[in-house]
């Protein structure tokens, strides 16, 4: 991609902002009261990445990835995961067609450009290792033959933080494919009455239509790339995740990967906010939904009742922030 200059940059990020809370504002009409997991929903949409949603049931898991499908006009489907799928019923299969006298391939779901895989952790690990190339790679590979997948391409996965019954844990490697993960919760008092108002007659899904196109959505995912980050940011990134290798209470800390996920998602918030440099508020923001999934708690930190943000609220309370400048 050629580099622009301060004022190009300086108006892309302006249009991309606009675009960007147009999505927002859409989303919002059916997420009431829920902005902030709104945003980092398209926050991880805008930097090219996955999102895993663990919540109960009926918070809204499903009303999230559609409507945000609905708003950037996109193809959307959803895998319902069972103990009893087969990895052919995610990726496809190829059938002999007797017509053509010749097999066809028949695409599975995860063949479109919004994919909710609802309830994750209810298939097998085999299953679950078949969303992996398709995550990571944006690829299928069926009897041998790689298809790309459309782009754009996001997975909004869901699971059930509290049942454990049947099922299957999904393991570091493919949690570590997850940008970010979010918790919607429940809405406050006043938020549910006007959730049960707006559905008195018609669900708010039914009424929003597409802010977006597609191609604007892989605009913004290119004009991400161009938020400035400064060295001493990118150092304060390096030193959260390096403290996670660290902490007393982790016994496994984040990859690399979670260095990227950072840095890209801080770039994408920045646009978000309208700037074209990234701010350590950025990141500190990001910090737990980006890191916390990544990590592995120890023996003594599981002692102790802490979980995942415990931890990085922690490492972020003694790492230093650093003075960050704007483009130079």
Same mark, same amino acid.
């Given at each position: ?8 940059? #300086?108006?892309?990020i ?8 147009? =999505? ?5 009409r ?9 945003r +980092?929903?398209?926050? @991880? ?5 996955? !999102?895993? =949603?663990?919540? @109960?049931?009926g ?5 999230? &990835?559609?409507? +945000? ?20 019923? *995610? ?6 067609? $007797? ?14 450009q919004?994919v909710?895989?609802d309830?994750?952790?209810? /298939? ?6 078949? +969303?992996?190339?398709a ?8 009897d ?25 844990? !999904?393991?570091? /490697? ?17 938020? #549910? ?5 707006r559905?008195?007659? =018609? ?11 597609? /191609? ?5 995912? &290119? ?5 400035y ?13 390096? @403290?996670t290798?660290?902490?007393?209470? =982790?016994?496994l ?5 979670? %260095?990227? @996920?950072l840095?890209?998602?801080? $770039? /994408?918030? &920045? ?7 990234? +701010?350590?508020d ?5 910090a737990?939904? &980006? ?5 592995m708690? %120890?023996?003594a ?17 003694? *790492? ?9």
């Amino acid at each position: 991609m050629l580099q622009r200059s301060g004022g190009q940059v #300086e108006s892309a990020i302006a249009d991309a902002q606009r675009m960007a809370e147009k =999505i927002v504002r859409n989303v919002d009409r059916v997420m009431v009261g829920k902005t902030e997991v709104v945003r +980092l929903a398209v926050i @991880a949409l805008i930097s090219q990445g996955h !999102l895993l =949603i663990e919540d @109960a049931p009926g918070v809204g898991k499903t009303m999230l &990835a559609r409507s +945000l499908a609905k708003s950037i006009n996109s193809s959307f489907k959803r895998i319902q995961f069972a103990p009893d799928m087969l990895p052919g019923d *995610i990726t496809g299969v190829s059938v002999f067609n $007797q017509k053509l006298g010749d097999f066809e391939f028949r695409p599975g779901p995860v063949m479109a450009q919004v994919v909710l895989a609802d309830e994750i952790n209810r /298939a097998t690990p085999k299953v679950q290792s078949a +969303l992996l190339e398709a995550m990571e790679e944006r690829q299928v590979t069926v009897d041998g033959v790689t298809r790309k997948m459309p782009m754009p391409f996001q997975v909004l996965a869901t699971q059930n933080p509290i049942e454990y019954e049947g099922t299957f844990p !999904l393991p570091e /490697a493919q949690l570590d494919r997850f940008m970010l993960r979010v918790s919607i919760g429940y809405p406050a008092p006043a938020e #549910e009455i006007a959730i049960i108002e707006r559905q008195q007659y =018609i669900h708010p899904i039914e009424e929003i239509d597409h802010v977006v196109n597609a /191609a604007d959505i892989l605009t913004l995912q &290119a004009t991400v790339k161009q938020v400035y980050v400064d060295d001493l940011v990118k150092q304060y990134i390096v030193a959260i995740v390096g @403290a996670t290798r660290q902490h007393p209470s =982790i016994y496994l800390g984040s990859s690399p990967r979670g %260095s990227l @996920a950072l840095f890209r998602t801080s $770039q /994408a918030r &920045a646009l978000l906010n309208g700037r074209d440099y990234v +701010l350590p508020d950025d990141v500190k923001a990001l910090a737990g939904p &980006a890191l916390a999934h990544r990590t592995m708690l %120890s023996s003594a930190g599981q002692s102790q009742g802490k979980d995942g943000n415990t931890s990085i609220a922690e490492i972020l309370a003694t *790492i230093p922030v650093p003075g960050a400048l704007p483009r130079r």
